[in-house]
């Protein structure tokens, strides 16, 4: 006695017989994949949706807050002590108890000096910037911004990372960076099966229009899963790097490696004295004598190691620690020199160079550039949105599948899942292969594993409880 699903009333074709022998793979593959789709898809929808505003974003920030970031002032710029001067007054008249942190020199010329301060209330990495025209030292209003991210981008990357819901929310973006890798390598097993056994190859590549409403979503399911490939393992694999538990051990076992991207020692030994101390406290009563220490500190940065015009400044946060400069330009080619100098003295305390970062940690520093869509600038921004739409489609796509799936009679209103069984007719070595592979990978992706070993239960709940359907 065999068993089928209902073709004759859903209209989609039983699936041919697989024979035996090394058909396990495909099919454990096909059902792997297709409750992940199902379970995840929502997750991988989400993510898409936001990732491709993400990379929009830049885009869009640059034309709202034109005023702040760009100026028409042309000829040579005033000293830094003159531009953090400027925003220590505006500061006051504003938001006074604001703390001063650090400045970033405009970068080239049109673009506007960003001096930042601590400010209560803000959340975790968030800063105040006061946009100053370099030329004119005149400010051009302020902004809440984290890092490099102005308030459009910023809004959009909390909702890519955590749904606005902090840790809680940050576990659904590592549940579809970790699946993402896994449905698109599934989805290529099931490509290279498909691809060795029929004779209509072009299919493979570009969808059809010709056949079922079924098989033409199919085919753009496939066809377009094959060239979307590279990228969703690509954003798989970045995305995991700063996830939250994922994230950490992927740390880790950098750490452990020496892989680690270098950190600059900034303890000295000595502090600067009274009349000039770096404890600057935001407000605008302090003499210009006290800020001429930013010119110095960027002069001897200039004679050590800092060439790019994109840099920051960072104040220490205590008492007998370095001031760092750090050169920022995160487009290729990427710049990445920093130094620590001790504003009593101007003596270099550490540096760290570019050139000389392992190659693991100069992998990870462009590809997570990559992936925020800054290293290749709006090509790499244009990439992602069509990345992030096709991912989206494709979610649907399998929505739709399984819908044309479903049975036009009966009880049942969902199409069948692909058959079981793949696992339990794979030779032992390969099974002792898979499970060992689960094992480390659930290890290190910690989401992955658990919903990996939901999935297993619910479908050997759904396989204990399910009679089959018997055909004569």
Do not use: C
């Amino acid at each position: 006695m065999t068993t089928t699903r209902d073709a004759a009333v859903t209209g989609i074709p039983n699936e041919p017989q697989r024979p035996p022998g090394g058909a396990w793979l495909p099919q454990l593959l096909r059902r792997l994949h297709f409750y992940a789709g199902i379970f995840v898809g929502p997750f991988i929808l989400v993510a898409a949706l936001s990732g491709a505003a993400y990379a929009a974003a830049p885009t869009v920030d640059h034309l709202v807050y034109h005023h702040q970031v760009t100026t028409d002032s042309r000829g040579p710029a005033l000293p830094l002590s003159a531009q953090v001067a400027s925003a220590q007054r505006y500061i006051a008249g504003h938001h006074p108890g604001d703390v001063l942190l650090g400045v970033k020199p405009a970068a080239h010329t049109g673009a506007t000096t960003q001096v930042m301060f601590s400010e209560h209330g803000l959340l975790d990495g968030q800063v105040r910037s006061v946009w100053i025209d370099p030329v004119t030292a005149a400010p051009h209003g302020d902004l809440k911004v984290f890092s490099t991210a102005l308030p459009i981008s910023t809004w959009i990357d909390f909702f890519h990372r955590t749904l606005f819901l902090g840790d809680v929310g940050r576990a659904y973006s590592e549940l579809a960076a970790s699946w993402l890798g896994v449905i698109a390598l599934a989805g290529l097993g099931l490509w290279i099966a498909r691809l060795r056994r029929t004779r209509t190859k072009r299919e493979l590549l570009a969808p059809t229009r010709r056949g079922s409403a079924y098989r033409r979503l199919h085919s753009w399911h496939t066809a377009t899963g094959v060239w979307l490939l590279l990228g969703a393992l690509f954003l798989s694999a970045t995305g995991i790097t700063w996830s939250l538990h994922a994230g950490a051990n992927v740390s880790e076992i950098r750490s452990a490696l020496d892989w680690s991207t270098p950190s600059l020692t900034t303890t000295t030994t000595t502090t600067r004295s009274s009349t000039t101390t770096t404890d600057f406290d935001g407000s605008a009563q302090r003499h210009g004598d006290d800020l001429d220490v930013f010119d110095e500190v960027l002069a001897k940065a200039r004679a050590t190691n800092i060439h790019n015009s994109q840099i920051e400044i960072d104040l220490p946060s205590s008492a007998g620690q370095a001031w760092t400069v750090r050169e920022i330009r995160r487009e290729w080619p990427v710049a990445a020199n920093s130094v620590a100098i001790d504003p009593s003295t101007m003596a270099v305390v550490s540096h760290s160079d570019w050139a000389s970062f392992p190659l693991a940690a100069k992998l990870t520093s462009w590809g997570v550039n990559a992936h925020m869509g800054l290293l290749f600038g709006l090509a790499n921004q244009i990439v992602l949105f069509a990345l992030g739409l096709g991912f989206a489609a494709m979610v649907v796509l399998g929505y739709l599948m399984w819908w044309r799936r479903r049975p036009m009679r009966g009880a049942r209103r969902m199409g069948r899942p692909p058959s079981a069984g793949g696992l339990a007719k794979a030779p032992l070595w390969a099974q002792l292969v898979l499970a060992a592979a689960a094992i480390g990978v659930g290890v290190l992706l910690s989401e992955l594993g658990i919903t990996l070993l939901a999935f297993l239960l619910i479908d050997a709940l759904i396989m204990a409880t399910r009679p089959a359907i018997p055909v004569g």
